[in-house]
């Protein structure tokens, strides 16, 4: 019989070769999702004014495992270029939208910034490897709790995250570099833009609940005046809480 013949070590190794060859299938599995943004962003090009996102960006797409922040019945289409069920009737975005709306607030090193919408924790996750410090606010008790167990077994520690309703913002850790909202919201909640530094950027889906939303970018001039460019049609699930 073969497990009488062969050496104990090949035992030893199998375990090591089976996980190297995962662990290289989703890297390569991650390496098509990169192709496939960039060529979404190609084919949206007219709407974003560019033909290619920041390559920083995309370099944290391709290092962050989507596949750890997806429940274990959606782990074979993680790497599929769409939003999928996280559970609570919410999802884990689309990762070209995650990776336009890192885009779109331009992250440095040093930057703070601030998420509204938890959820599986993988925007906090990108957004942690393009800056210094991440702030979440997750809604659902449930999600909050099951992300703040996920990021520091991932080795995330520059994130923290709070349960709440992230409509108010997070005043003590204001103001902030760039605020990233992943729910759509009736209006730009006031609270917010106050939150947002001078020379800050947010980005928010506005709109009408489960209609298509538009995704806006606005940003905060050293004056405090708002600027405001419509990106493209998106659609979020709603932003929840007595304000909406
Ligand atoms: N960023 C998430 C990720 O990477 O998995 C996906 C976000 S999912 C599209 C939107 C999330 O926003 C949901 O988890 C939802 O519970 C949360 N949410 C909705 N309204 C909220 C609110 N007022 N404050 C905080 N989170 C809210």
Same mark, same amino acid.
Not at 2 to 25: K, N, Q, V
Not at 165 to 182: R, S
Not at 189 to 208: C, D, E, N, W
């Given at each position: 019989?073969?497990?009488?013949?062969?050496?104990?070590?090949?035992?030893?190794?199998?375990?090591?070769?089976?996980?190297?060859?995962? /662990?290289? @299938?989703?890297?390569?599995?991650?390496?098509?999702?990169?192709?496939?943004?960039?060529?979404?962003?190609?084919?949206?090009?007219?709407?974003?004014?560019?033909?290619?996102?920041?390559?920083?960006?995309?370099?944290?797409?391709?290092?962050?495992?989507?596949?750890?922040?997806?429940?274990?019945?959606?782990?074979?289409?993680?790497?599929?270029?769409?939003?999928?069920?996280?559970?609570?009737?919410?999802?884990?975005?689309?990762?070209?939208?995650?990776?336009?709306?890192?885009?779109?607030? &331009?992250?440095?090193?040093?930057?703070?910034?601030?998420?509204? /919408?938890?959820?599986?924790?993988?925007?906090?996750?990108?957004?942690?490897?393009?800056?210094?410090?991440?702030?979440?606010?997750?809604?659902? @008790?449930?999600?909050? &709790?099951?992300?703040?167990?996920?990021?520091?077994?991932?080795?995330?520690?520059?994130?923290?995250?709070?349960?709440?309703?992230?409509?108010?913002?997070?005043?003590?850790?204001?103001?902030?570099?760039?605020?990233?909202?992943?729910?759509?919201?009736?209006?730009?909640?006031?609270?917010?833009?106050?939150?947002?530094?001078?020379?800050?950027?947010?980005?928010?889906?506005?709109?009408?609940?489960?209609?298509?939303?538009?995704?806006?970018?606005?940003?905060?001039?050293?004056? /405090?005046?708002?600027?405001?460019?419509?990106?493209?049609?998106? &659609?979020?699930?709603?932003?929840? /809480?007595?304000?909406?």
């Amino acid at each position: 019989m073969f497990y009488r013949r062969a050496p104990y070590w090949l035992f030893l190794l199998l375990p090591m070769l089976t996980s190297a060859a995962l /662990g290289d @299938e989703y890297a390569q599995a991650r390496q098509r999702l990169v192709e496939d943004i960039q060529q979404d962003v190609r084919d949206t090009s007219l709407y974003l004014d560019k033909v290619a996102l920041d390559p920083r960006v995309m370099t944290a797409i391709a290092t962050v495992p989507r596949h750890e922040f997806v429940p274990a019945a959606q782990r074979h289409r993680a790497y599929a270029n769409r939003p999928l069920p996280i559970g609570h009737g919410q999802t884990i975005s689309q990762p070209y939208i995650v990776a336009l709306m890192s885009d779109l607030i &331009k992250p440095r090193a040093g930057d703070r910034v601030l998420e509204i /919408g938890t959820g599986s924790g993988y925007q906090a996750a990108i957004l942690a490897e393009l800056t210094d410090a991440v702030y979440s606010i997750e809604i659902i @008790e449930a999600l909050g &709790k099951q992300a703040a167990e996920r990021l520091p077994g991932l080795g995330f520690d520059n994130i923290t995250l709070r349960i709440g309703d992230g409509y108010y913002g997070w005043k003590e850790h204001a103001p902030f570099d760039a605020i990233v909202v992943t729910a759509a919201a009736s209006h730009v909640p006031p609270p917010l833009v106050a939150q947002l530094k001078p020379g800050g950027r947010m980005v928010i889906p506005v709109g009408s609940r489960f209609l298509t939303q538009q995704l806006v970018l606005i940003e905060k001039q050293a004056d /405090g005046q708002l600027i405001t460019r419509q990106i493209l049609p998106v &659609k979020f699930v709603p932003l929840t /809480g007595e304000h909406n």
